[in-house]
């Protein structure tokens, strides 16, 4: 049992719990002001049974491929045990469901819709039959709903604004541009494991190419909101980061993860650098 229960702990990847459950808290209590027990109960549900459910899911539908996988068996996904996989699926299913049903009691109907909408989407990017992550374009549609669907939700539970479009738009687009370059460095590790993406089919340096193009549009969808232009720099430190890698051949795609190490840690300096925004701008 031990061993099953780091085994979920390893596959939830830990280092990005902040991902899903900091869009989801600060959207709540910009629009709020308040804490209370739908920002506790969220809070606590995008940042650690969300990823249990989304990442465990992964790791059992992609075992075969992630075999193959020099990069699997750390931080940045766990090589389970296939005696682990009925726990994990289990575990991932059992933890999340308390925590979607007491937030249906939360909020509108289109943010109930919404949150049902999110966890659908998490299960279909990996699950057998459905497999969103297989299907180019619709995986890095996919993958970006996943991060910005707790920022989504929170907005929608006390009405949504045109205002916050801006803020989606730049944040989608940041996650298609951060997934389609995440998949560059498993060019090879996912064409020996038989696994389709955007990077498979367009190829190492054009998925590059494309990832840079997001996060250029990203800086852009949101520079002219008050403050934009600080996120907006974030989003072209990011497209500076995988540019080196513009011209990279599949050969080589291995090569890209040295820039995705720096855009793990990247996040948190970014992360950092928006809650000092956030509060510079709700103080003045």
Known sequence: MKN????????????SWVNTAYPFAAGYLLTTGRIDWVFI??????????????YGINDV?????????PRKGGIEGALLQRSQHRFILWSSILLALPFVAALLFAGSWLAKL???????????????????KERPILDSFTSSTHFASPL???????????AYWPYVLAFFL????????GAVQDVKADRQGGIASAATVFGAAWTTRLSVVFY??????????PYGWIVALLSLAYAANVLPYANILDKDCERAHAGWQ?????????GAVITMTIIYAQRY
């Open 262 to 270: 720096r855009f793990l840690y990247l996040n948190y300096v970014a």
């Open 216 to 225: 250029v549009a990203g800086a852009v969808a949101i520079i002219f909101v």
């Open 174 to 181: 940041w996650g298609m541009a951060s997934h389609a370059f």
């Open 41 to 54: 109960v969220g809070s606590v549900f995008f940042l650690i049974p969300y990823n249990v459910l989304m």
């Open 114 to 132: 919404w949150l049902v909408y999110a966890v659908f989407m998490v299960v279909a990017y990996s699950v057998a039959k459905l497999r969103f």
């Open 4 to 15: 099953n229960i780091l085994g979920l702990l390893k596959t939830s990847r830990p280092i």
């Open 61 to 69: 539908f992609d075992y075969e491929s992630d075999l193959k996988n």
């Open 152 to 162: 989504v939700y929170a907005l929608l539970l006390h009405g949504w604004q045109n």
